[in-house]
């Protein structure tokens, strides 16, 4: 799934060019007004440690996993727009090394962004990037090999979301995406996400 979701987002980005030159349809045809969307994506955790567990829990296995996500927004002008989504990043899971113990771990994160994003239109075709703040709840839980105990925590937090990418227009309102998020979650820096959405806009 991973391999081929990565195909399917290089795949959409080769195409944006060859989208431009066999439709030049007008995308001002709306430069401003509501519109809504989803998407499906990967998400990368890359965990520095877990909660709960302080530092006993080290060599914790990074893990890529599925994710969905609902948007809403308005475009003030073609170049400005705000945006709001409601995201879910499934559950990661993957096994850890543990002093005196091995075990396995699962996170399950969904929460909402607000985000300000800026594009530079090109006739069908958009660049954009996004900046805003994610509110998220995440539960943990870490289970360590027998005879050790399951440890379970949860807690919400809002930590900053940006990113950007391509999009282009079809059919004059059908808005595509190719997106890539980056998540400065506590204890986990690194994560970041991959996206392929699609918007009408009204």
Do not use: C
Request: cysteine-free; proline content about 4%; glycine content about 8%.
């Amino acid at each position: 799934m991973k391999t081929l979701f990565k195909l399917l987002f290089g795949a959409m980005v080769i195409a944006v060019p060859l989208t431009v030159t066999a439709e030049m349809s007008d995308s001002t045809d709306n430069p401003s007004g509501p519109y809504i969307g989803g998407g499906v994506g990967q998400f990368n955790l890359h965990i520095k440690h877990l909660d709960g567990v302080d530092n006993a829990v080290q060599d914790i296995r990074d893990s890529d996993n599925n994710s969905w996500k609902v948007f809403a927004g308005y475009r003030f002008v073609p170049w400005l727009r705000l945006e709001a989504a409601y995201i879910d990043f499934g559950e990661s899971k993957d096994s850890f090394s543990a002093t005196g113990s091995n075990g396995n771990y699962r996170v399950k994160m969904h929460g909402f962004a607000p985000s300000v994003m800026v594009s530079a239109p090109l006739g069908p075709v958009e660049l954009f990037a996004k900046a805003g703040e994610y509110y998220y709840n995440v539960d943990t839980r870490v289970d360590f090999d027998s005879p050790g105990p399951s440890i379970r925590t949860s807690h919400s937090r809002n930590d900053f979301l940006w990113g950007g990418g391509l999009s282009f227009v079809v059919i004059h309102r059908l808005e595509l995406r190719a997106e890539y998020e980056k998540l400065e979650l506590e204890n986990a820096h690194q994560t970041d996400a991959l996206w392929l959405s699609a918007a009408w806009r009204f």
